[in-house]
């Protein structure tokens, strides 16, 4: 038997390089979903400039740029667009890898990164940690609350309150009900076998595994920020806590 146990939140980002748009655009994910669709190829159409009362749009063309490679962020993000545009989820899908409607493909979120920076008028989806430490212009989204929100490491942790939580804490926080927390929000798990021992580990090495998530659940939790993640909010931090103590060598608890 494995356990899942829930570790760090990231979020996937939509980044933009529009002229004279440096921060502040907000999107929907409907508005998102017919842009990867093709069907709005100006920066100044009607649905955008709706959401965006005030700004300055240019009329530049939009150049989609996404994931080539297989990728968990590909996967999220086209969850993301499934939930709000029925056109996207029966034309396209949500996977790892999707057949794109338009758009050039670049490889990792490096170059998903480096491609829209390099080209005026471009948008793609890169995930959160990656936006930060590159200072990235990315957009606010609007959340299931009807909030729109830029994803930042408190916005991510807010998606983990208020979400279901399953007995086998496989949780989902894209889309939270939480209206403080940003929409387009993942989580990241370690798995590991329930009997460390009968998975193939003597005592020591079960024991340093259990050592490991609990600097994970406890002091790491502190550490994710450093690294552009998010930590998990209490309730779930606790049930996570709950899962680690539940590990055993050959029926006995595991210290780490």
């Known amino acids: 038997d494995a356990v899942q146990i829930p570790m760090a939140f990231g979020a996937i980002t939509v980044a ?10 907000k999107l929907d994910g409907a508005t998102a979903a017919d842009i990867f669709l093709g069907k ?7 649905a955008i400039a709706k959401l965006n009362p005030g700004v300055k749009l240019p009329g530049d063309s939009i150049t989609v740029v996404h994931r080539s490679d297989e990728s968990g962020t590909t996967k999220g993000f ?6 709000y545009s029925k056109e996207w989820e029966s034309s396209v899908g949500s996977d790892k890898t999707v057949k794109w409607p338009v ?36 957009a606010a989204v609007k959340n299931k609350s009807g909030k729109f929100v830029e994803p930042t ?9 208020g979400v279901k939580v399953p007995k ?9 009900p939480n209206p403080a927390s940003y929409p387009i929000s993942s989580q990241t798990f370690v798995i590991v076998y329930k009997d460390l021992c009968k ?28 690294l552009q993640y998010a930590k998990l909010p ?13 590990l055993t060598c050959n029926g006995s608890p595991v210290s780490g």
Do not use: H, P
Not at 234 to 246: G, H, I, N, P
């Open 16 to 25: 933009y390089n529009l002229d004279g748009v440096d921060k502040g655009l």
């Open 40 to 46: 709005i190829t100006k920066w100044d159409d009607a």
């Open 78 to 83: 086209t969850g993301f667009l499934s939930d």
């Open 103 to 138: 758009g050039t493909g670049a490889k990792g979120n490096d170059g998903v990164a480096a491609a829209v920076k390099q080209q005026a008028g471009a948008v793609g989806y890169v995930e959160e940690a990656y936006a930060l430490q590159n200072n990235f212009t990315t």
């Open 153 to 161: 490491l408190d916005t991510t942790t807010s998606a983990g309150d």
């Open 168 to 176: 086998d804490l496989g949780i989902d926080i894209i889309n939270s």
């Open 199 to 226: 998975g193939g580990l003597d005592e020591g090495k079960a024991g340093a595994v259990k050592g490991f998530l609990d600097y994970g659940l406890g002091e790491g939790q502190n550490v994710l920020g450093q």
């Open 234 to 246: 209490a309730e779930l931090l606790t049930k996570a806590q709950a899962a680690s103590d539940s």
